[in-house]
């Protein structure tokens, strides 16, 4: 742990524009539709849900570059740059060839790379003139980040928690509440998306799927209120494009190009943050490294999902997109990688694993659970639960790397810690945990009808 090393950037190396992967793409994603039309969605149409500035970024497939405002770049000085760290401990642990780098973005106030995307919505939606917000959060840390960001642009926010996160992990929302937003545990019987569930199914537990419905529904709802989401769609990878931008830098700093590179996947932000700048010397044909996606064995959507036009949402309410997805109404195992449990992916990172450009992995909850365990006892940095998925797949690739006699460079994204994640741990510990593999029957009740949608 003490050998560790850290290559770290100054303030002045914060990018000062986002990476768009759309232009660069050989094959574009399909469009968003919006879906009570089955039409594509014009920039007009999706103004009522979410700031205009998101909206063009969105749907912009032209600009490869997109400037970062100076108020979000003085905001991201608070804990960015953030390190990128070579593992030495984790290799000598292994004893593998391999060289095992990780960008650590666990080091934001709120403790994951969140934050990156909470600023840049919260300051356009400030921007416009909007008084209020409304989202969702899975395991709490898109909720934690969104709460500080509107609390720094004086936006009131709303924010409904899945409720099998709400009662596991009851000191995110006490963060939630510290930062000054309103949390309701998903569903609810604030909404009418959420009265229905209840009604027809008293003791659900709640999805990332339904409480976007409710937090859609909130927003079209009240005056002058903006929905934002933490993730999936492309504005929100676009924003974590930061990661990867300042990694390649350090990965410079360091001497070495990554063969492989290797994030967590819930709805895809984090892995496509990391990701898509080095995945632009793919398509230039300058490099020929490789991308990993980890999901859990639990909620495998590009693993085992359909790639269709789905919702977002469990009520049909958002855009439609074209994703690798179980379902819009499948409903996860409680694992405790709340973060994880999301139905679908994001188009773009749908397209590239379509056409063969990144991979997906599935792992077990177990296996994560002691590869968070192996990592903190050689790093110090007790991981979230969603990125000891990403941990997992470095280690697989490091032990291959042992097993072939050969050296390369895996760098992985560890998009949290998880100090606010010790009961999981402890669950772990006393042997309550277990894995869950889906059969394929309840895969196919799912997806089976996704084609009659359009
Ligand atoms: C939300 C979250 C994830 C999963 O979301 P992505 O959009 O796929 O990145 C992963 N890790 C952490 C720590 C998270 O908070």
């Known amino acids: 742990m003490m050998e560790s090393k850290k290559y770290i950037l100054t303030e002045k190396d914060i990018p000062t524009a986002w990476y768009n992967v759309l232009p660069d793409m050989p094959t574009k994603p399909r469009p968003i539709l919006n879906p009570q039309t089955k039409q594509p969605f014009k920039e007009e149409e999706l103004y009522p849900l979410f700031a205009k500035e998101v909206v063009k970024q969105e749907l912009?497939?032209?600009?490869?570059?997109?400037?970062?405002?100076?108020?979000?770049?003085e905001m991201y000085k608070i804990w960015r740059p953030t390190p990128l760290v070579r593992a030495r401990g984790l290799e000598k642990l292994l004893d593998t060839p391999a060289h095992i780098y990780f960008k650590n973005e666990s080091v934001s106030p709120v403790g994951s790379h969140k934050l990156n995307s909470a600023i840049p919505q919260a300051y356009y939606?400030?921007?416009?003139?909007?008084?209020?917000?409304?989202?969702?959060?899975?395991?709490?840390?898109?909720?934690?980040?969104?709460?500080?960001?509107?609390?720094?642009?004086?936006?009131?926010?709303?924010v409904y928690m899945v409720k099998v996160s709400y009662h596991q992990k009851p000191y995110r929302r006490s963060i939630m509440q510290t930062y000054g937003a309103q949390v309701i545990a998903s569903p609810s019987m604030s909404t009418r998306a959420g009265r229905k569930m209840i009604t027809d199914n008293p003791n659900y537990q709640g999805s990332l799927g339904m409480a976007i419905s409710e937090a859609v529904e909130l927003a079209m709802a009240t005056p002058n209120c903006k929905y934002t989401l933490g993730s999936v769609l492309n504005h929100v990878s676009l924003h974590q494009t930061v990661i990867g931008l300042e990694a390649e830098k350090q990965m410079e700093m360091a001497g070495e190009y990554p063969d492989?590179?290797?994030?967590?996947?819930?709805?895809?932000?984090?892995?496509?943050?990391?990701?898509?700048?080095?995945?632009?010397?793919?398509?230039?044909?300058e490099r020929n490294a490789r991308f990993i996606a980890a999901e859990p064995a639990s909620c495998p959507k590009l693993t085992r999902g359909v790639f269709q036009y789905d919702f977002g949402d469990e009520a049909g309410y958002t855009p439609m997109i074209p994703m690798r997805t179980l379902g819009h109404n499948f409903s996860p195992a409680n694992i405790h990688a709340g973060g994880l449990r999301y139905h679908g992916a994001g188009s773009v990172p749908s397209q590239l694993i379509e056409d063969g450009l990144i991979e997906a992995v599935d792992i077990p909850q177990l296996e994560t659970f002691k590869a968070a365990t192996m990592f903190a006892q050689s790093e110090g940095i007790i991981p979230a639960p969603e990125s000891s998925h990403a941990i997992s797949a470095a280690i697989r690739e490091a032990l291959k790397a042992k097993e072939e006699g050969v050296q390369k460079a895996i760098l992985f994204n560890l998009s949290g810690h998880g100090l606010i994640d010790m009961a999981s741990y402890d669950r772990y510990f006393a042997g309550d945990l277990t894995n869950y593999e889906i059969p394929e029957e309840e895969l196919l009740k799912n997806t089976r009808d996704l084609e009659k949608l359009i």
């Open 260 to 285: 492989v590179v290797i994030g967590c996947f819930g709805g895809g932000s984090n892995f496509c943050g990391i990701t898509y700048p080095f995945i632009r010397h793919n398509f230039s044909g």
């Open 60 to 73: 912009n497939t032209t600009d490869r570059w997109i400037e970062i405002p100076e108020e979000v770049r």
């Open 125 to 158: 939606c400030k921007k416009e003139g909007v008084t209020n917000i409304t989202t969702e959060t899975g395991a709490g840390q898109w909720g934690a980040a969104l709460s500080l960001a509107a609390k720094h642009f004086g936006l009131e926010l709303a």
